[in-house]
């Protein structure tokens, strides 16, 4: 696949508004590796290997195990995913369906009952902030570092 453009060359101001967000989102107080879940999560359901790409390794780089990295498109079949974390992983999923979903009732008061207002307003803007990055990645065909093999012999 090739790239389409450099899209932080190409409108680096609004670029640099979304930077802002991250960073905003980064200050929140959420916890770092449930920022990295539900990156991962939104980017598996997108199809966006460059987010899936970086958010893996950024949430290795915090600490989180390769298990619950594998089995996170499965989060509902797995007991690795504590109940703070279900809610933020079925919000992630209603949200980035939303045309689907139409965020039901039933997901919100799921976050509700593990997050405050203050925490449930800063996990959409976190769910709206890494769809933005997928779309963007995919729409541009941004490519992932891609790490040669070792060969086996």
């Not at 990295?36 to 390794?57: D, F, P, T, W």
Request: glycine share 2%; with cysteine; net charge neutral.
């Amino acid at each position: 696949m090739k790239p389409r453009m450099n899209y932080y060359q190409a409108a680096p101001d609004t670029i640099k508004a979304l930077m802002v967000l991250e960073a905003q989102i980064q200050s929140t107080g959420l916890e770092k590796s449930l920022i990295e879940l539900v990156k991962i999560r939104a980017s598996q359901i997108n199809g966006c290997a460059y987010c899936i790409n970086m958010h893996s390794e950024d949430a290795r780089k915090r600490g989180e195990t390769e298990q619950r990295i594998y089995l996170l498109d499965a989060w509902r079949e797995s007991p690795l995913y504590s109940d703070r974390e279900r809610a933020a992983l079925a919000w992630t999923e209603a949200l980035t369906l939303i045309s689907q979903t139409r965020a039901p009732d039933d997901v919100y008061e799921q976050v509700r009952a593990q997050f405050s207002e203050e925490e449930t307003m800063n996990l959409t803007m976190l769910i709206a902030a890494i769809n933005a990055w997928n779309r963007i990645a995919i729409a541009f065909r941004a490519v992932h570092p891609v790490k040669v093999r070792a060969s086996v012999a």
